[in-house]
């Protein structure tokens, strides 16, 4: 324990030396002389003391937390000030205790950075300390109490040589009652690059800032003429929202030169928020969204940071490529959507942003790529996909690190980015300390990068497609003091994408066994794109028969696209939910249009004709729709020329439409009898419906009567001929006195025939409430008629 003492400035006398290393033996004599009596008789008694020392005596016993390093990168000249908190968690007070700065040597290269990093607390001192005037002095630390620290050295103090990355730390050294002693208490260890003067090749550095969010939209729209859109929640509302996480992503990012990386998904979100806009709650309700201005604002900000500069943009909705190539192209029809996904994307962008984007590039997640990957995202036409260095494994015959650009065949080319650099900023970022922290050991990587070699090299940053603000202000932090620094130079992607690759680098794409597992358990299933292909298959069969089939197939076009997006790994219950409700949305409405049932119909001769009536409760028109009726048995009951027959089928927004089939019957007796509608190209559309149709017998007596009410009929009609005649003649000549003629024919009865009340036109009937009525509907099927089954026992006239 004597042995572990530091005191800053000094080395122990040997005699000094001496005598603690006696006090140590003495101490220790009684141990040694009774081994069995502790370990046998008295373990926790024995541990008690042990740890009791360690909490008072070890470096972990205060904590020190570096919040604020400034300048991050300091040339020659500056003061470099650190601020920061230091607390005790052990069981005693510490006292005579003072923090100081040390300076430990450089690193050598880029593995020897990833090693310290992993050691920032704990251990013994590094380096020499720089004159005690700089440290901060505590007369005493009482446990649990926090304390703060300012230190400010002149850069001249800290004796830096070369240029390159040093270690530095902040160590508290002070004394407690159980070791009455200087020693290191506390550490915290960073990074300091150093490169006070422009470096002689500067790395040409691109920075992707991407604009991505989860999926908000829903497929559902409002019935007026702009249908308005629907949000599954409001979350997106608050991220553009003053402090909200994209709106600091827009902002952050408007300050620095970067290549914007946008998902047109998010872009088409904000612009529908600019309208009326509904938002559905957790119970299914639907309310007003009020966040017209916060939409507006955001979007004119992001126009404005755009102009002029280089965007590129994801296919709609940023669809999982990695999915799609280990699962998707298992299901037959699943790649078409990555192409309508990117020819939606670049309209998106071009009529909200107005910039022409490049659409040229496809991300992966995390950059993870393998063949099968590269071979799909290259389907839809993209020649240059975005990895990362740790998918890309490089050479060891390589001392540095290579240029990001590099040809993989097919005329594809892969752009690495630096897996260092692009994962800086994960974690938990929103205390001070571990922001700090982040950000210095970025620039010394980036520093690092640039001293491997004298050779010109290009770098790009891809960090993580959606940063949480705090993230997000630690990079746009780091990012700033990289690009005004002295070794690394600004580039957009399209000239790091074309820069010359390095002969040396890695061109051979990972198999797809290569890939790592645990994004492939973040996948989406197969089933997953199977329940996708039935979408979009009832959506191809149900906008075929719409007069504007726009209205349909864009919200559920993009809905599709939404569907695969790489937003749902790590959600599998949301993802699964969207799937569900965009199916039993589309569902819903394609059963607006479907057969009214019916019940059993009597037939009471051998020919009659059968309505079936057709609804439309959509709000626009459809056609090209048709209606087969047919016969189970076309031998007894014949429907048209055979067992079944078709007839086309329009019917107006809010009505129904009856459609009359004439049928034969052979032979008495029931009938089962099918209704379905037809798409044109002659795919059910709908449910089938089935009733019975019962033929009776017409008997002898029947008959009889039918033929004495004919003959009755007929006599009838002589008489009135006859009568009229008589009065024609009376008319053209004098008129007789009664009974001149030798004949009475007595009182006549020259009444007419009381005239037949017109049958009700059909067109006249009640018009449905809740159904608005137009000036030019039909009058004679088509009127609204009752979406109720007919009543049992049906009875159809001939």
Same mark, same amino acid.
Do not use: C
């Given at each position: ?58 470096t972990s016993t205060v904590d020190v937390a ?259 190539a280990h699962s998707g192209t298992k299901v ?62 490089? +050479?060891?015959? !390589? $001392?540095? *690190?290579? %240029? /990001?650009?590099?040809?993989? @065949?097919?005329? #594809? &080319? ?75 130079? +600004?580039?957009? !992607? $399209?000239? *790091?994408? %074309? /820069?010359?690759?390095?002969? @040396?680098?890695? #061109? &051979? ?27 979009q298959r009832e959506l191809e069969n149900f ?256």
């Open positions: 324990m004597a042995e572990a003492a530091d005191y800053p400035g000094m080395n122990p006398s040997p005699a000094r030396r001496l005598l603690r290393r006696t006090g140590a033996l003495l101490a220790a004599a009684p141990l040694l002389a009774a081994p069995a009596l502790l370990v046998g008789t008295a373990p926790a008694q024995a541990d008690a003391p042990a740890a009791a020392s360690a909490a008072a005596t070890g570096v919040n604020e390093l400034s300048p991050s990168a300091p040339v020659s000249g500056d003061t470099l000030t650190i601020k920061g908190k230091v607390t005790n968690k052990g069981r005693q007070a510490v006292t005579d205790a003072h923090i100081g700065l040390r300076v430990g040597t450089s690193y050598t290269g880029r593995s020897s950075l990833d090693q310290a990093a992993k050691n920032g607390t704990g251990g013994s001192p590094d380096g020499s300390e720089v004159p005690g005037k700089y440290a901060k002095k505590f007369a005493k630390l009482e446990p649990g109490v926090t304390q703060d620290f300012t230190l400010s050295v002149p850069v001249k103090a800290l004796n830096l040589g070369a240029d390159g990355v040093y270690q530095i730390s902040a160590a508290l050294m002070g004394q407690t009652a159980a070791a009455p002693y200087q020693q290191t208490l506390g550490i915290q260890r960073t990074f300091l690059p150093w490169q006070p003067d422009a470096a002689g090749t500067r790395t040409r550095t691109t920075v992707l800032w991407p604009l991505i969010s989860e999926t908000g939209l829903t497929a559902e729209t409002g019935t007026n003429e702009t249908q308005t859109a629907v949000f599954g929640n409001d979350d997106l509302a608050k991220e553009i929202a003053p402090g909200g996480r994209l709106q600091q992503m827009l902002a952050l990012g408007s300050a620095l030169d970067v290549t914007w990386v946008i998902d047109p998904d998010l872009l088409a979100s904000v612009d529908a928020m600019t309208e009326a806009y509904k938002v559905k709650g957790a119970d299914g309700k639907l309310t007003s969204g009020r966040q017209q201005g916060v939409a507006n604002e955001w979007l004119k900000d992001l126009q404005a940071a755009v102009q002029d500069q280089k965007v590129v943009t994801l296919p709609f909705a940023d669809p999982d490529l990695a999915s799609l037959t029809g699943s790649l078409s959507h990555l192409k309508d996904a990117t020819d939606a994307a670049v309209r998106a962008v071009d009529t909200i942003l107005h910039v022409t984007p490049d659409a040229s590039y496809a991300w992966p997640v995390e950059g993870a790529v393998d063949r099968d990957i590269v071979k799909v995202a290259t389907s839809a036409g993209a020649n240059k996909i975005i990895a990362r260095s740790d998918s890309f494994g490089e +050479s060891e015959k !390589l $001392s540095y *690190t290579p %240029s /990001a650009a590099r040809p993989i @065949g097919g005329g #594809t &080319t892969a752009v690495v980015a630096d897996a260092r650099l692009s994962t800086a900023f994960q974690g938990d970022l929103t205390s001070a300390e571990h922001s700090t922290l982040a950000v210095q050991e970025f620039l010394a990587q980036s520093l690092m990068l640039d001293r491997q070699t004298d050779r010109q090299r290009t770098a790009v940053i891809a960090p993580q497609r959606t940063p949480t603000a705090s993230q997000a202000q630690t990079m746009a932090k780091a990012v700033a003091v990289l690009q005004g620094g002295t070794w690394t130079q +600004s580039q957009s !992607l $399209s000239a *790091t994408a %074309s /820069a010359k690759p390095d002969p @040396g680098a890695t #061109t &051979t794409v990972p198999s797809s066994r290569a890939y790592p597992s645990k994004l492939r358990k973040q996948e989406l299933p197969q089933s997953a794109f199977e329940q996708i292909q039935a979408t906008k075929v028969v719409l007069t504007d089939e726009s209205r349909v197939v864009t919200p559920f076009g993009r809905a599709v696209d939404r569907e695969m997006s790489t937003s749902w790994r790590g959600r599998t219950a949301a993802s699964d939910g969207f799937r569900t409700g965009v199916s039993e949305y589309l569902s819903g409405l394609t059963d607006q249009v479907s057969l009214i049932d019916k019940s059993e119909v009597k037939l009471s001769g051998r020919s009659a004709t059968i309505p079936v009536s057709v609804q439309n409760n959509l709000w626009q028109d459809v056609d090209h729709l048709k209606l087969r009726l047919t016969s189970d048995n076309g031998t007894r009951l014949k429907i048209g020329d055979g067992a079944s027959q078709e007839q086309e089928v329009t019917i107006t927004s809010g009505h129904s439409q009856s459609v009359k089939f004439t049928t034969t019957a052979k032979a008495t007796g029931p009938v089962w009898v099918y209704a379905q509608l037809l798409t044109e190209d002659n795919q059910p559309y709908g449910k089938q419906i089935a009733f019975q149709v019962d033929v009776t017998e017409v008997t002898p007596t029947v008959m009889l009567v039918i033929a004495g009410g004919v003959l009755l009929l007929v006599l009838a009609g002589f008489r009135m001929y006859t009568h009229r005649k008589r009065a024609a003649v009376e008319k053209a000549g004098e008129p007789d006195e009664p009974g001149t003629d030798g004949t009475d024919d007595g009182p006549r009865d020259d009444a007419e025939p009381a005239a037949q009340a017109e049958p009700e036109d059909e067109a006249a009937s009640p018009a449905r409430a809740d159904v608005p009525q137009q000036p030019s509907d039909p009058v004679a099927d088509t009127a609204s008629e009752s979406t109720a089954p007919s009543s049992t026992g049906e009875r159809v006239d001939r």
